[in-house]
């Protein structure tokens, strides 16, 4: 397999691909992370064979305090409409997408955060992008927002009781999901280390359900990390990548 370069937008530096960093280096690949939230400037995109966009505490719509976000949604537009690029989208990456490609975001009626169950919709027996998952699965959630409106040509993938898109496919290589499946063991005590996450965990779950929440995600990682590397072989296969 011929190496490949994939760009990674990245909004807060502990907020990284995770565990799909030691897929990429097993099979010889390579990435460009770019620290928008930083003010590193975001490249040409003829270099690169992908785009996997990351979670982050700011809000699509929060343009004036954070106006890098204008040129991000600009270089996703490109990427996925114009290029065809494969695309991996996870929280804050799934609202990016959506925004960008015409579909709206909003504040989450009731906030998700924990480990919770998503379902598969019926659009996802036909996209290899969750072939393998149970129709019902549990994933660690860590969010305010939500995508509201699919954009036009969007597939519904995945839902749950409080938030109905929970992951969607666009065209025939742009997939993003509002849970995190890329985390690895350090992840709860890095985003802890974040006083915005640090608040919506206690406002939540309350300072013993956030202790609660660390000890059972180390204890579901194993999971997590085995559905992880399937997401991350059906992306590749749905999307051309690979």
């Given at each position: 397999m011929a190496s490949k370069h994939v760009l990674v937008f990245q909004h807060l530096a502990v907020e990284h691909p995770g565990v799909f960093r030691d897929f990429l280096a097993e099979e010889g690949h390579h990435m460009t992370v770019v620290e928008l939230d930083e003010g590193e400037s975001i490249p040409a995109l003829d270099d690169f064979d992908a785009l996997w966009v990351m979670g982050g505490p700011m809000d699509v719509w929060e343009e004036e305090a954070h106006?890098?976000?204008?040129?991000e949604k600009r270089a996703i537009r490109e990427a996925v409409r114009e290029r065809g690029l494969p695309y991996l989208g996870f929280c804050l990456g799934h609202q990016l997408l959506a925004e960008?490609?015409?579909g709206a975001v909003g504040r989450a009626v009731m906030p998700e955060v924990g480990i919770m169950e998503v379902q598969l919709a019926p659009a996802a027996g036909t996209a290899t992008f969750l072939d393998g998952l149970p129709?019902?699965?549990?994933v660690l959630q860590w969010?305010?927002?939500?995508?509201t409106r699919l954009p036009e040509g969007a597939a519904l993938l995945a839902s749950s009781p409080r938030c109905p898109v929970?992951?969607?496919a666009w065209g025939k290589g742009a997939f993003s999901?509002?849970?995190?499946i890329e985390i690895t063991s350090s992840a709860v005590d890095e985003w802890s280390s974040v006083p915005a996450y640090l608040a919506s965990l206690e406002q939540t779950l309350g300072a013993a359900g956030a202790a609660e929440f660390g000890a059972r995600t180390l204890a579901c990682m194993p999971e997590f990390n085995a559905r992880a590397r399937r997401?991350?072989?059906n992306w590749k296969l749905r999307s051309g990548f690979g």
């Open positions: 106006p890098w976000l204008v040129a960008a490609l015409g129709d019902r699965f549990e969010h305010g927002a939500e995508v929970q992951a969607m999901m509002q849970f995190h997401l991350y072989t």
